[in-house]
């Protein structure tokens, strides 16, 4: 079901659909305003973060910050970069939860970079899960503290989601997220307003296997091959539900766009590589 809400002076779209799942591959709002794998081959990205030490881990998000900064001024948001490097980036929303650590031994054995999309309460419970990708060298974002619809809140409400989940990070040990992704992709020029107060750029996506559907293995490995493009940002959970699927389709998603010759960055290393196009719309609503 499609839904259009008028918020704050802008036309806001967005695709309805279970609290905690994901959304299309453009299901986003509309607003006015490593080593590889064997068969591989040589990354473009720095050292996995299988091999990253303690000592790297403030180097690293001075870095990271860096390459936000760098994006922020060509844009506020990014759902797919140009396609200038064969680079996609593997994204993990929803957690920590119950089936992080299985995704996290994953992606430290393949020698993958990804970016976990943090929601605050999720850390009463799985604060270790955290500390595993941290320790790890995966990078951060924000998610909201409860996986909220901001297009339903008023400014205040708005900021509190986001300043309560960056404030728990922190105070776990986490590097002050720069990067935010809207629950359901759902925002509004308030949002935006708020993120650009913050310094914090905003990561949409260009594909959803929706794996938040539970549509079965091989469906959710499908859904990400058939759609590889240079840039891609792939959204892809670890929380908000049973997550044994997309366990199970990881090894054979990273494999397969290893084959086709893709590496496997971070959001901040995509944004460097395959920066979001200047001056780029607002992205328009599809169906999945």
């Known amino acids: 079901m499609l839904l259009a809400a008028a918020g704050a002076g802008a036309v806001v779209i967005a695709l309805t659909r279970p609290s ?9 709002a509309a607003t006015s305003a490593g080593t590889p794998a064997a068969g591989g081959h040589a990354s473009a990205s720095p050292t996995g973060p299988a091999h990253r030490h303690h000592g790297a881990a403030s180097g690293h998000a001075d870095t990271d910050s860096s390459l936000v900064n760098a ?3 060509r844009s506020s948001f990014v759902t797919a970069g140009i396609p200038r490097h ?10 920590p939860g119950p089936y992080t650590p299985a995704i996290v031994r994953t992606l430290v054995r393949t020698n993958t970079p ?6 605050g309460q999720s850390l009463t419970d799985f604060s270790s899960a955290l500390e595993s990708e941290l ?18 809140l008023d400014e205040s409400g708005q900021l509190a989601q986001i300043r309560d989940a960056a404030s728990r990070l922190e105070r776990l040990g986490a590097p002050a997220p720069r990067l935010f992704r809207p629950p359901y992709g759902a925002f509004d020029t308030t949002t935006l307003a708020l993120l650009h107060r913050m310094r914090m750029f905003m990561v949409l996506w260009s594909i959803d296997p929706g794996d938040w559907r539970r549509p079965g293995t091989d469906a959710i490995v499908s859904g990400v091959l058939s759609h590889a493009q240079p840039g891609a940002v792939v959204i892809l959970h670890d929380a908000g539900g049973d997550r044994s699927q997309t366990v199970a389709a990881l090894p054979a998603i ?3 766009l290893r084959r086709r010759h893709y590496d496997l960055v971070t959001v901040p290393r995509l944004l460097a590589l395959d920066p979001p196009p200047r001056h780029q719309q607002a992205p328009h609503l599809s169906g999945v």
Do not use: K, Q, Y
């Open 86 to 95: 064969r680079v996609m980036a593997l994204t993990f929303d929803d957690g």
């Open 135 to 152: 320790r790890h060298g995966f990078d951060i974002g924000d998610h909201t503290e409860n996986h909220a619809w901001l297009i339903h």
């Open 71 to 73: 994006a922020l001024h």
């Open 114 to 119: 990804a970016t976990f999309f943090i929601v």
């Open 254 to 256: 990273i494999n397969g």
């Open 20 to 28: 905690g799942g994901g959304g299309s591959a453009n299901a986003t």
